[in-house]
DNA sequence: ACGATTTATCGTATATTTACGATGAACGAT
DNA sequence: ATCGTTCATCGTAAATATACGATAAATCGT
């Protein structure tokens, strides 16, 4: 695009949007479920169930931390990731909140 | 990308990140709300309240169109686009179910 | 039929996303 | 101190997204 037009909205709208971005990608969707279905959290599992290369996951990895649906804590060499259960409820509630007013024409 | 991996999943994480790349630009999400709180729904008065050219508020309204989120009515020579209540609901309860089910690590 | 209005589509430029191999940085173990 | 392990980052290539002006298509009114 020749310049982004994003910021001309609200807060609100340019956060919500950037939240559903974060949810644009299959791979970030199953990343999310991994998460919490597997006891480790660590990188390198995630990379075995993911038909995707290290790289690839940890640019995943990235983009979900950026907006801050998961966080990554150091453990020795490894990374543990795990879902920020306070940034979920918002982006849960701001969802909800914004289906709940779009209901009909 | 060289190539891509999306269809590497599971068809509802493909569908429910298609759904969430339909949201994920202010200028779609402000439309899903004035498409509910304005009167009329034509395309017109929603390029004049918003900061984008006409051609590229069509853009954003057939990316909407293309994952069911809104539907276009054509009355005479206009259009008078509507949010798909069912879609939306389908949509609402795809993301409530990946929230809850995402509790923490 | 003609002109005005409305919207979609085309062509195009630039930015961003997705993907990977290669490399680098941090750590634990020997 | 060195080696293997783990993960992030860099560099890069290709696809997709965003934005706009110009143009086409459809319709209504005259």
């Given at each position: 695009?020749?310049?982004?037009?994003?910021?001309?909205?609200?807060?609100?709208?340019?956060?919500?949007?950037?939240?559903?971005?974060?949810?644009?990608?299959?791979a970030r969707i199953k990343i999310l479920k991994m998460l919490n279905e597997m006891n480790s959290c660590m990188v390198g599992s995630l990379v075995d169930k993911l038909p995707l290369a290290q790289a690839t996951v940890s640019q995943h990895l990235k983009e979900l931390k950026r907006v801050g649906l998961i966080d990554g804590e150091i453990d020795g060499p490894k990374i543990c990731y795990c879902v920020n259960t306070k940034a979920l409820a918002k982006a849960k509630n701001a969802l909800d909140k914004l289906f709940n007013k779009i209901g009909c024409c």
């Open positions: 695009m020749a310049v982004s037009k994003k910021e001309e909205f609200t807060q609100e709208e340019i956060w919500l949007a950037d939240v559903a971005k974060s949810l644009s990608h299959p």
